[in-house]
């Protein structure tokens, strides 16, 4: 059973860090792009980053460019977003997302979601 | 930026009805769109990719069409678990991008 399950969530305040990570089980993490997606309260989907099978290709969505950056250890399993200079606006619930290989890039697995509130 | 449109942002049905949702993209996506529903507090769930392919596990009341920028989905007899917000998601390029979401109520 595939399985997602994010951590690292809580409350930060304004300019702060955190760390999110997610481990995953029950496939072949290496073989898959991952992605991170965040839902501020109330609002809709946002798509905030991916990366390759072998983390060599990254993107990002503009308004977290030069403040996050997304990883991963295929050896452990596990995908990682490390969030500086936070600001209120990245208040959300994010989620650990696998994009499928045949599903044409669709996000078909998705972790249940951490939250992460900037407030100061 | 690829922009995702969809309508109507909301709307009321009967268990039963027929029920059609649009979405349109701001640029051409080829057939690079999905549908996902949401219900309140929990993760998003994907009900078809490649505009018209079902997940599987997903009931075959749920359908998708089109290609380019205008695509819809379709749940042809509405159920009490249907009711939920629905997205449309281009992975044509990135960044991304859903669209605002269509909330399904009860009448």
């Known amino acids: 059973e595939v399985q997602l399950v994010e951590s690292g969530g809580g409350l930060v305040q304004p300019g702060g860090s955190l760390r999110l990570s997610c481990a995953a089980s029950?496939?072949?993490?290496?073989?898959?792009?991952m992605s991170w997606v965040r839902q501020a309260p109330g609002k809709g989907l946002e798509w905030v980053a991916n990366i390759k099978q072998d983390g060599s290709e990254k993107y990002y969505v503009d308004s977290v460019k030069g403040r996050f950056t997304i990883s991963r250890d295929n050896a452990k399993n596990s995908l990682y977003l490390q969030m500086n200079s936070l600001r209120a606006e990245d208040t959300a619930v994010y989620y650990c997302?696998?994009?499928?290989?045949?599903?044409?890039?669709?996000?078909?697995?998705w972790g249940q979601g951490t939250l992460v509130t900037v407030s100061s | 930026d690829i922009q995702m449109t969809q309508s109507p942002t909301s709307l009321s049905a009967s268990v039963g009805d027929r029920v059609t949702f649009t979405c349109r993209a701001s640029q051409t996506i080829d057939s690079y769109l999905n549908w996902y529903q949401q219900k309140p507090g929990k993760a998003p769930n994907l009900l078809i990719y490649a505009a018209a392919s079902l997940q599987s596990g997903v009931p075959s009341r749920f359908s998708g069409s089109g290609s380019g920028t205008n695509f819809t989905l379709t749940i042809s007899s509405l159920q009490l678990e249907d009711f939920a917000t629905y997205y449309c998601q281009q992975t044509y390029r990135t960044p991304l991008t859903f669209g605002g979401g269509t909330k399904v109520e009860i009448k």
């Open positions: 997302v696998r994009e499928g290989i045949l599903t044409g890039s669709s996000f078909d697995y």
């Open positions: 029950g496939f072949t993490f290496s073989s898959y792009w």
